[in-house]
């Protein structure tokens, strides 16, 4: 009984924890998503960000951590002396 019990407890932690990780991976995605979003918005309205921002080379891989980042496909990853002005949606 207490082996069944036991194993109960195991199988709904391994549940919850898996479902967290989804939760989380969603989330990072959404935040992600709107941080691109400011950033694009600012580099369209905000010359002077433009400015500081152009001449350097974006890696959502280093800003966000090596781990792969959320989502299907890196947006800012860009070939090197690429403009940020010329990256894809």
Known sequence: MRAA????VSQSLLMLIEKSLTRMVEYGTKKQHELAALIRASLDQDDEFLKVVSPHI???EQFFGFAHPPGSASRFSLPKG???SKAPD
């Not at 019990?5 to 109960?8: D, Q, Y």
């Open 5 to 8: 019990a036991k194993g109960e």
């Open 58 to 60: 974006f890696s959502e």
């Open 82 to 84: 690429t403009p940020l």
